[in-house]
């Protein structure tokens, strides 16, 4: 899942590393936005049940939902 | 982009993050692992060159390619 900050938030990393990028000579880099990725493995009976699973996660420990939006894809591991 | 530890590096963010989804209720979490996700936008007269000068950031600034992977996408913005 990646949980990244809201457009209306100001994120200073995003900056940071724009600010870099630029210094290094990548002057056509635009809108950098810095957020977190998290990859994890989940039992769940189907499809729906996981994704509620990951949602449940997002809201109470993954994401700030004041200040952050989370997105994420399912993936089937074999069984 | 995303920016994920290879698999052979110890991932004590994951762990601590693992721990906590355990201690929540979430018993059937494995393998947590977490990165950094990164969005930004470029100009560039075309695909190939976006693909060549994000990969050239991810290896010069945004990934540290000793203990770190990193993949991307690209979407074409609206002209």
């Given at each position: 899942?990646?949980?990244?900050?809201?457009?209306?938030?100001?994120?200073?990393?995003?900056?940071?590393?724009?600010?870099?990028?630029?210094?290094?000579?990548?002057?056509?880099?635009?809108?950098?936005?810095?957020?977190?990725?998290?990859?994890?493995?989940?039992?769940?009976?189907?499809?729906?049940?996981?994704?509620?699973q990951?949602?449940?996660?997002?809201?109470?420990?993954?994401?700030?939902?004041?200040?952050?939006?989370?997105?994420?894809?399912?993936?089937?591991?074999?069984?």
């Amino acid at each position: 899942m990646e949980i990244t900050l809201k457009k209306a938030v100001l994120d200073p990393q995003g900056v940071a590393v724009e600010n870099s990028l630029k210094a290094l000579g990548f002057d056509r880099v635009r809108q950098v936005r810095v957020g977190k990725y998290i990859e994890l493995s989940l039992e769940a009976p189907d499809r729906d049940e996981a994704a509620l699973q990951v949602e449940e996660m997002s809201r109470r420990l993954l994401s700030n939902p004041v200040i952050e939006d989370y997105s994420y894809t399912l993936q089937e591991a074999g069984v």
